[in-house]
């Protein structure tokens, strides 16, 4: 009876140290996404030192928009979610403006090393004319996806003398809209950007 009485006191000992090292291992998994929603949403944009304009991400969240592929089938930007979409929208014809922004898409991509493969290259045309295959190729690897500027226009925020196509904008792993760059600015600059954010976030 007494060795019986000994073990009924020793199980629920047992139990609350097994409950205590389960919330340990939850609480350490957790941490990393904790600290990356602390970054963005908690901490305030004025303590930051940022090249690209910082918008809050709780304000421009992905919308339903009517996305198609070259192709005509339904697309999404949801399907990215996860990771760093840094993209662009422009028209087919593509001018000089639109041709550096798909080089600094794709070149400032590749400079971010092991870290690439976190972000995809989107970019968001704005009519339905049919696109150079030359540039197609160019710019392999960038989603080609065919959008309403209409729609882009409501949900991308711009000063009142710009416009969408004026600058380059990324979005991040939990799918909201949190930078906007200048088309024509510096690329170093925005590269560094996107490494500060790479480095500080853990999701994505």
């Not at 000994?6 to 600290?35: D, G, H, M, S, Y």
Request: contains cysteine; hydrophobic residues 40%.
């Amino acid at each position: 009876m007494q060795n019986n009485q000994t073990q009924v006191e020793v199980k629920p000992v047992t139990t609350r140290k097994n409950k205590f090292i389960l919330l340990l291992v939850i609480a350490a998994c957790a941490a990393p996404l904790i600290f990356s929603y602390l970054t963005y949403y908690v901490i305030k944009p004025e303590t930051r030192t940022n090249y690209g304009a910082l918008l809050d991400p709780r304000a421009h969240p992905i919308p339903q928009l009517s996305l198609q592929t070259l192709d005509g089938q339904a697309a999404d930007l949801h399907q990215f979610k996860g990771k760093w979409i840094f993209f662009m929208a422009d028209s087919s014809a593509c001018d000089k403006a639109c041709n550096e922004k798909l080089f600094y898409l794709r070149q400032i991509r590749l400079t971010q090393g092991k870290d690439m493969d976190r972000i995809e290259r989107v970019w968001l045309i704005t009519d339905k004319a049919p696109l150079e295959t030359v540039l197609m190729r160019e710019y392999d690897g960038t989603h080609l996806l065919r959008a309403k500027s209409e729609e882009l226009r409501a949900w991308l925020p711009i000063e009142a003398d710009s416009k969408i196509e004026n600058h380059l904008y990324m979005i991040d792993p939990l799918g909201n809209l949190m930078m906007r760059f200048p088309q024509s600015g510096d690329p170093n600059k925005i590269k560094k950007d996107i490494i500060k954010l790479l480095k500080a976030s853990r999701i994505g």
